[in-house]
Nanobody
Framework: VQLQASGGGLVQAGSSLRLSCAAS????????MGWFRQAPGKEREFVAT???????YYADSVKGRFTISRDNAKNTVYLQMNSLKPEDTAVYYC?????????????????WGQGTLVTVSS
């Protein structure tokens, strides 16, 4: 399974961005999908996950501002990011898990995209 993330860029605080992650190979509809991010000098952290059933779970830091969704017909998962803050600046990675229970943990994921950079200026 290959994951290709896109949609990052440079925006001002308060703006919105939508990230996309296109999957090829495998059976996308059966995977749990997630977004993680890594800011400069920090460890990778969980952002959001959406299960194969549509169940969603968010990190507290993005709850109410970010929305994860998926389109199984397009083999794509999205991350809609609203009200962006400078602290959201990071490389964002999409990931896929064949199984997994604790989907806020990166080690539960089997497949990773290459990352897309989001920079939020103040």
């Amino acid at each position: 399974v290959q994951l290709q993330a896109s949609g990052g860029g440079l925006v001002q605080a308060g703006s919105s961005l939508r990230l996309s992650c296109a999957a090829s190979g495998g059976t996308f509809g059966s995977y749990n999908m997630g977004w993680f991010r890594q800011a400069p000098g920090k460890e990778r952290e969980f952002v959001a996950t959406i299960g194969w059933s549509g169940y969603q779970y968010y990190a507290d830091s993005v709850k109410g501002r970010f929305t994860i969704s998926r389109d199984n017909a397009k083999n794509t998962v999205y991350l809609q990011m609203n009200s962006l803050k400078p602290e959201d600046t990071a490389v964002y990675y999409c990931a896929g898990a064949r199984y997994g229970r604790r989907l806020s943990l990166s080690e539960e994921y089997d497949y990773w995209g290459q990352g897309t950079l989001v920079t939020v200026s103040s």
